[in-house]
């Protein structure tokens, strides 16, 4: 079976590390991984130069095992947390590992019978070119005819699985119900607004820019759609829910939460699908007190969605075939929407994650490696 090389690649702020035991890559030779490992800390640095491009050799393919070539890397926020020395979930990568994420793969060969050569699978390679895993490791196969592969990094993914999730076991909209959308601009926010809207729910869109403004109400015609950064933020708020919140959908920030707490109506519910660490409240004053009273006294209903919350209430969730079913046939019909932003090169996946740090993206912020 021909195979691909794999070649040595440089980018400003990355360094280039061959480790005494991997002899340069050859184009008659079988793959060598190509990956990018965290050399330091970002308190030392950017998040662009915290990476070391290393080259090393593949171990050799046993039984119930597949060879993959990366094509399509997912960056993913919470990349940016386990970059730190004591990460806010725990999860902290260490120095010389690769960063962890879903990737789109191509299985190259396969000593696994559920598996052939050719096809394209959801696996977890994270940021490398190539990986030999067991076969049982594998997410679940792809087949575009249903979505293209890279949904499957997005809203036919993880994060469309917490949306659907949010929007089924904890959101339950109704006709008239007023949605408040934090990070609307996001995979999760535009996948639950547009389920909650196929429902009836009225939707006001938040996010960090005029142009993503502009672009949520003209693609995904939600009713309103407000700037965070704007001057007059808080009374654009309250003036898009003139009878309340009914459901409130946190994203990263937090940044909306203290306008949003007076609004919510009573039986409103808060799933939270992600809060950076410390962001909740400004540290100046402890509101703990008064959200705990505010859940008491309205019944809010509070539930966290993140990836962890997931995989342990859903362990087959990228399988789930009501899942798989519902969203495959929205996509299928074109009538679920989603936006990717697409960076080529794995070199560039540092300044990808660098991005998405500042907001600079829409939608998924995939790279594309092969």
């Known amino acids: 079976m021909e195979q691909e090389p794999v070649t040595p690649t440089t980018c400003p702020g990355v360094r280039t590390h061959a480790p005494a035991d991997a002899p340069a890559p050859a184009r008659d030779a079988a793959p060598f991984n190509t990956r990018l490992v965290l050399a330091h800390r970002p308190s030392e640095r950017g998040i662009a130069d915290c990476f070391r491009l290393e080259h090393a050799a593949l171990p050799a393919l046993r039984d119930g095992q597949l060879l993959l070539r990366t094509e399509q890397i997912s960056i993913d926020i919470c990349a940016a947390g386990r970059m730190q020395a004591f990460a806010p979930d725990g999860d902290t990568l260490g120095l010389g590992e690769v960063m962890p994420c879903s990737t789109v793969s191509r299985v190259l060969a396969s000593r696994h019978v559920g598996f052939k050569e050719g096809d394209q699978v959801l696996a977890h390679s994270g940021w490398q070119t190539h990986e030999v895993v067991d076969g049982i490791d594998i997410r679940r196969k792809l087949h575009p005819g249903v979505a293209p592969a890279g949904t499957a990094l997005g809203v036919y993914g993880l994060y469309g699985f917490i949306g659907w999730s949010a929007v089924r076991e904890v959101c339950a909209p109704r006709p008239g119900d007023t949605m408040v959308l934090a990070a609307a601009a996001g995979p999760i926010g535009t996948t639950a607004g547009q389920l909650a809207q196929r429902q009836g729910a009225r939707i006001v869109a938040v996010t960090s820019s005029e ?80 959200f705990f009273n505010a859940i008491l006294m309205r019944r809010l209903v509070v539930r966290s969605f993140t990836h962890r919350d997931i995989i342990r209430l859903h362990p087959q969730y990228l399988v789930d075939p009501a899942f798989l079913s519902e969203m495959g046939a929205l996509l299928r019909g074109g009538q679920l929407g989603w936006d990717e932003q697409i960076v080529d090169g794995l070199e560039q996946a540092p300044l990808a994650l660098e991005k998405l740090a500042c907001g600079d993206n829409l939608g998924k912020l995939i790279v594309r490696v092969a």
Do not use: S
């Open 211 to 290: 142009a993503k403004c502009r672009h949520l109400r003209e693609k995904y015609g939600f009713a309103v759609a407000l700037d965070r950064h704007a001057p007059d933020f808080v009374a654009q708020l309250q003036a898009a829910c003139p009878d309340g919140i009914d459901i409130f959908l946190e994203g990263v920030h937090g940044h909306c939460i203290d306008t949003v707490m007076p609004l919510l109506n009573d039986g409103a519910r808060l799933p939270l699908c992600g809060i950076m660490e410390g962001e909740l409240w400004p540290m100046a004053a402890d509101r703990l007190p008064a």
